[in-house]
């Protein structure tokens, strides 16, 4: 079955530490890659997305993702963390050969400390 | 930017007491999604409506409908609300089923 895993569920940083969170998913075929984030009491937003072209993406706010197909992976990063990114954040996965539903990972709780 | 609206966004209903929920989005979207998304849970695809056709997940209990009366609406019936049903409920739309979802606020219901 279609699953995609997001390693760790909490995760705690300084401000201006660095961020990488880990998303790796199970299909063999094409997919599309998203990363969402969820600021408390707010919607799911888009931070950024990957269909086609360049593996390195670069989203909103100073975050960038990297799609490494031989790894079936599309790791989040941010160079240095704000306090203002305290939120959940949501690896999702789309792809035809499953009908194109957006399977979401479990998701990963950032919490920065000022 | 791409507006999905959800109303209400709280709301609390009887144990068995039927209740809607409603979304409505500005971008002529032809996909609209409805997801269920409990406490520290990923969402959940409980069904959408490509234009008219509606598609079910397997998973998805009989107790939950939806309508879609035009592009801009689609509703979430609950006919018996239980306890476990106590979610936030995401409403999102997208061009295609490949392209990018956008989602509502989320409406949280809460079964008393």
């Known amino acids: 079955a279609q699953s995609v895993s997001q390693h760790n569920h909490h995760v705690i940083l300084s401000e201006a530490a660095s961020l990488e969170l880990g998303c790796n998913y199970s299909?063999?075929?094409?997919?599309?890659l998203f990363w969402y984030v969820q600021y408390p009491g707010q919607h799911l937003q888009l931070l950024l997305k990957?269909?086609?072209?360049?593996?390195l993406v670069k989203g909103i706010k100073g975050f960038e993702a990297e799609f490494i197909k031989s790894k079936f992976s599309f790791n989040l990063r941010k160079p240095s963390v704000q306090w203002s990114d305290t939120a959940e954040y949501f690896c999702?996965?789309?792809?035809?050969?499953?009908?194109?539903?957006?399977?979401f990972g479990a998701g990963t709780i950032l919490r920065v400390k000022s | 930017d791409a507006m999905v609206i959800q109303n209400p966004r709280y709301q609390v209903t009887q144990f068995g007491k039927p209740v809607t929920l409603s979304c409505s989005q500005t971008?002529?979207?032809?996909?609209m999604y409805w997801y269920q998304q409990k406490s520290s849970q990923a969402p959940k695809l409980l069904f959408h409506?490509?234009?008219?056709?509606?598609?079910n997940e397997a998973d998805t209990p009989d107790n939950f409908q939806s309508r879609r009366p035009n592009t801009s609406f689609c509703f979430l019936d609950i006919r018996s609300p239980g306890l476990g049903d106590a979610a936030m409920y995401l409403c999102?739309?997208?061009?295609?089923?490949?392209?990018?979802?956008?989602f509502g606020p989320g409406t949280r219901l809460t079964v008393l």
């Open positions: 999702a996965v789309n792809a035809w050969e499953y009908g194109n539903k957006l399977v």
């Open positions: 299909y063999g075929g094409t997919v599309n």
């Open positions: 990957y269909f086609s072209g360049d593996p």
């Open positions: 971008l002529n979207h032809n996909v």
């Open positions: 409506y490509y234009d008219k056709d509606f598609n």
């Open positions: 999102a739309g997208s061009d295609t089923l490949t392209d990018t979802q956008y």
